[in-house]
Protein backbone atom coordinates (compact mmCIF):
# COMPACT_ATOMS: atom_id res chain seq x y z
CA UNK A 1 0.00 0.00 0.00
CA UNK A 2 1.51 3.48 -1.07
CA UNK A 3 1.77 5.64 2.13
CA UNK A 4 0.02 8.76 1.89
CA UNK A 5 1.66 11.97 2.68
CA UNK A 6 0.51 13.95 5.49
CA UNK A 7 1.06 18.02 5.51
CA UNK A 8 3.24 18.89 8.57
CA UNK A 9 1.64 21.80 11.06
CA UNK A 10 4.11 24.35 9.74
CA UNK A 11 2.89 23.42 6.13
CA UNK A 12 -0.90 24.56 7.40
CA UNK A 13 0.44 27.79 9.16
CA UNK A 14 2.38 28.41 5.63
CA UNK A 15 -0.85 27.09 3.64
CA UNK A 16 -3.06 29.35 6.04
CA UNK A 17 -0.70 32.45 5.95
CA UNK A 18 -0.87 32.11 2.00
CA UNK A 19 -4.59 32.15 2.08
CA UNK A 20 -4.35 34.67 4.70
CA UNK A 21 -2.34 36.88 2.50
CA UNK A 22 -4.92 35.96 -1.06
CA UNK A 23 -7.68 37.46 1.61
CA UNK A 24 -6.14 40.35 2.76
CA UNK A 25 -4.98 41.21 -0.41
CA UNK A 26 -8.10 40.85 -2.46
CA UNK A 27 -10.07 43.04 0.30
CA UNK A 28 -7.17 45.56 -0.08
CA UNK A 29 -7.90 45.56 -3.59
CA UNK A 30 -10.95 45.52 -4.07
CA UNK A 31 -11.12 48.88 -1.55
CA UNK A 32 -8.62 51.01 -3.50
CA UNK A 33 -10.96 49.82 -6.36
CA UNK A 34 -14.23 51.70 -4.67
CA UNK A 35 -11.19 54.44 -3.38
CA UNK A 36 -10.84 55.34 -6.85
CA UNK A 37 -14.21 55.42 -7.83
CA UNK A 38 -14.93 57.57 -5.69
CA UNK A 39 -12.02 60.24 -6.34
CA UNK A 40 -13.15 59.95 -9.74
CA UNK A 41 -16.88 60.44 -9.16
CA UNK A 42 -16.01 63.42 -6.76
CA UNK A 43 -13.19 65.73 -9.13
CA UNK A 44 -16.42 64.80 -12.17
CA UNK A 45 -18.48 66.71 -9.56
CA UNK A 46 -16.20 69.40 -8.75
CA UNK A 47 -15.36 69.75 -12.37
CA UNK A 48 -19.18 71.23 -12.89
CA UNK A 49 -19.38 73.62 -9.29
CA UNK A 50 -22.55 75.59 -8.90
CA UNK A 51 -22.10 78.88 -10.26
CA UNK A 52 -21.32 81.23 -7.22
CA UNK A 53 -23.79 84.04 -8.05
CA UNK A 54 -26.32 81.46 -8.53
CA UNK A 55 -29.23 81.15 -6.15
CA UNK A 56 -29.53 79.55 -3.42
CA UNK A 57 -32.57 77.25 -5.22
CA UNK A 58 -30.45 76.76 -8.36
CA UNK A 59 -27.71 75.71 -6.04
CA UNK A 60 -29.77 73.24 -4.39
CA UNK A 61 -31.05 71.79 -7.56
CA UNK A 62 -27.92 71.36 -8.56
CA UNK A 63 -26.76 69.54 -5.59
CA UNK A 64 -30.19 67.04 -5.81
CA UNK A 65 -28.86 66.31 -8.95
CA UNK A 66 -25.26 66.93 -10.02
CA UNK A 67 -25.26 64.98 -13.50
CA UNK A 68 -23.53 67.42 -15.98
CA UNK A 69 -26.03 66.57 -18.46
CA UNK A 70 -29.21 67.04 -15.82
CA UNK A 71 -31.12 70.21 -16.20
CA UNK A 72 -31.07 71.77 -13.03
CA UNK A 73 -34.48 73.89 -13.48
CA UNK A 74 -35.84 70.40 -13.63
CA UNK A 75 -35.30 70.22 -10.18
CA UNK A 76 -35.88 73.62 -8.49
CA UNK A 77 -39.37 72.28 -7.21
CA UNK A 78 -37.66 69.76 -4.99
CA UNK A 79 -35.30 72.28 -4.21
CA UNK A 80 -37.16 74.64 -3.01
CA UNK A 81 -38.53 71.85 -0.86
CA UNK A 82 -35.93 70.59 0.46
CA UNK A 83 -35.58 74.49 1.40
CA UNK A 84 -38.85 74.56 3.15
CA UNK A 85 -38.07 71.66 5.23
CA UNK A 86 -34.52 73.19 6.24
CA UNK A 87 -36.82 76.44 7.45
CA UNK A 88 -39.45 74.02 9.28
CA UNK A 89 -36.54 71.79 11.02
CA UNK A 90 -35.01 75.15 12.30
CA UNK A 91 -38.18 76.68 13.64
CA UNK A 92 -38.92 73.67 15.44
CA UNK A 93 -35.75 73.29 17.05
CA UNK A 94 -34.81 76.45 17.42
CA UNK A 95 -37.79 77.65 19.18
CA UNK A 96 -39.77 79.24 16.60
CA UNK A 97 -39.04 81.80 13.51
CA UNK A 98 -35.87 83.20 13.28
CA UNK A 99 -34.16 85.56 10.63
CA UNK A 100 -32.86 82.37 9.21
CA UNK A 101 -36.11 80.76 8.76
CA UNK A 102 -37.18 83.62 7.25
CA UNK A 103 -34.55 83.93 4.95
CA UNK A 104 -34.89 80.51 3.74
CA UNK A 105 -38.46 81.01 3.86
CA UNK A 106 -38.36 84.09 1.17
CA UNK A 107 -35.53 82.52 -0.40
CA UNK A 108 -38.02 79.16 -1.51
CA UNK A 109 -40.46 81.79 -3.11
CA UNK A 110 -38.28 83.17 -5.04
Known sequence: MAE?????????????????????????????????????AATAKSNHPAKPDSSLVERVAAAIHPNVCADPNLYLHEARAAIREV????????????????????????
Open 87 to 110: AAWLRKHYGGPTATTDLLEREAER
Open 4 to 40: QHRATDKQWRDVKALADDIVTYSCIHELLCRIEALES
